[in-house]
């Protein structure tokens, strides 16, 4: 916990501030001395996932891949419901994301991926297609903890783990045949505990 003591003589004010960093989508309350507050916290903003271009805001993003890469699908943000993930074997957690997808035909989509250590541990996608117009969705996709799969075990390491994301434009007649990207960082970390 964060701690500043401040000294006042009478009808004196002084203004102090913490930083605080968190890692989900949510409102956090605040408690100084018994004063109570709160905070919203939004979403990590992705990086570009074709030039790796960082922006802190969701509008400067959109305005990059309007100019530089027109007419492509990319991720907008993405988040962890939780800041740690409890590491249960078998079990799932899941990640959030708002991604941009161009106009799809019938039999045409977007499959969006997000894994963390082993590809082998998705358990879910973000899926977008099937005549759907251009425009912003936002998906939930699910990842594995720990996964039992022919004869062996896939467990990240405790702590810090990297969120990587792939992208697939999948038709009726091919599944993962075609990425627009692979294995690209989007700067979300997930906090694995025992
Ligand atoms: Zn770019």
Known sequence: MAEQIVELAPDESKEISFEATPKEVKTYSVSVNGLEGSFKAIA????CVYCGAQFTTESDLVAHMEANH??????????LPEENVLL???SQYSIKAKVFVPPTVVGE?????????????IAGFINVGEGTPAGFYIGEAA???CLHRMGRWYCPPLGENTVYSDCYLAGIDRWYSNP????????LKVNFIA
Not at 44 to 47: G, K, N, T, Y
Not at 109 to 121: G, N, P
Not at 180 to 187: F, L, M, N
């Open 44 to 47: 990590r903003i992705a990086p």
């Open 88 to 90: 249960t074997p078998g």
């Open 143 to 145: 990842s594995y903890h």
């Open 180 to 187: 627009v990207w692979k294995s690209v960082d989007i700067g």
């Open 109 to 121: 989509r977007y499959i969006f991926a997000f894994w963390s250590y082993q590809w082998e541990c």
């Open 70 to 79: 027109p007419g492509k699908p990319y991720i907008v943000w993405a988040s």
